[in-house]
């Protein structure tokens, strides 16, 4: 059972908005501002996405947002394209005991 | 550019030591703020980070793995080896190498390598 709990499973029709939701505790998503996203295809390495809960790596298209409220991470991908259809993981810091968690993994569908 | 590379044996029996090694390029290890973590992902499964070192030699460990984890470091050689002991088949994973912004994120990712445990 993973530290953070995410959907199993979203879809949405091409040019939709989809939101994945990351569920945690104050001890890390609460407590840290350092919630990142990564996406991956399938038999592919992870991809950072989204990373201090809202900030885009260069070359990340602005269709993928982040935010937080309390112990709630959440990942927006607006405009959905059929290459954005992946699984997706949220992470948290969680202290200098435990150091990072994983979301569970959320399979996004593009109807 | 960044770039990352994961080596070792892909299958090992159990109760053996696995050695991985991540060479990487495009980074120091001796930069202020660089680190370099382990991260695993059993088939059909979740990520599960497991070690972190960093640019000043600090070693990190996942509280569930520790005692069973070393990672360390080679500077002039820009690699980072972890080992594992006492393997079981419930550790068949694809192992990750990836570049860690300290308490942050992970930036950067190696492809993988797949290690099946197994007699």
């Known amino acids: 059972q993973s530290a953070l709990t995410q959907p199993r499973s979203v879809s949405g029709s091409p040019g939709q908005s989809v939101t994945i939701s990351c569920t945690g505790t104050s001890s890390d998503v609460g407590g840290y501002n350092y919630v990142s996203w990564y996406q991956q295809h399938p038999g592919k390495a992870p991809k950072l996405m989204i990373y201090d809960v809202s900030k885009r790596p260069s070359g990340v298209p602005d269709r993928f947002s982040g935010s937080k409220s309390g112990n709630t991470a959440s990942l927006t991908i607006s405009g959905l394209q059929a290459e954005d259809e992946a699984d997706y993981y949220c992470c948290s810091y969680a202290g200098s005991y435990t150091f990072w968690v994983f979301g569970g993994g959320t399979k996004l569908t593009v109807l | 550019q960044v770039t990352l590379r994961e080596s070792g044996p892909a299958l090992v029996k159990p109760t053996q030591t696995l050695t991985l090694t991540c060479t990487f390029s495009?980074?120091?290890?001796?930069?202020?703020?660089?680190?370099v973590s382990w991260i695993r992902q059993p088939p059909g499964k979740a990520l599960e980070w497991l070690a972190l070192i960093d640019w000043d030699d600090d070693k990190y460990y996942s509280t569930s793995l520790k005692t069973r984890l070393t990672i360390s470091k080679d500077t002039s050689k820009n690699q980072v080896v972890l080992t594992m002991t006492n393997m079981d088949p419930v550790d068949t994973a694809t192992y990750y190498c990836?570049?860690?912004?300290?308490?942050?994120?992970?930036?950067?990712w190696g492809q993988g390598t797949l290690v099946t445990v197994s007699s």
């Open positions: 495009g980074f120091s290890l001796s930069t202020s703020g660089m680190c």
């Open positions: 990836a570049r860690t912004r300290i308490s942050s994120y992970f930036d950067y």
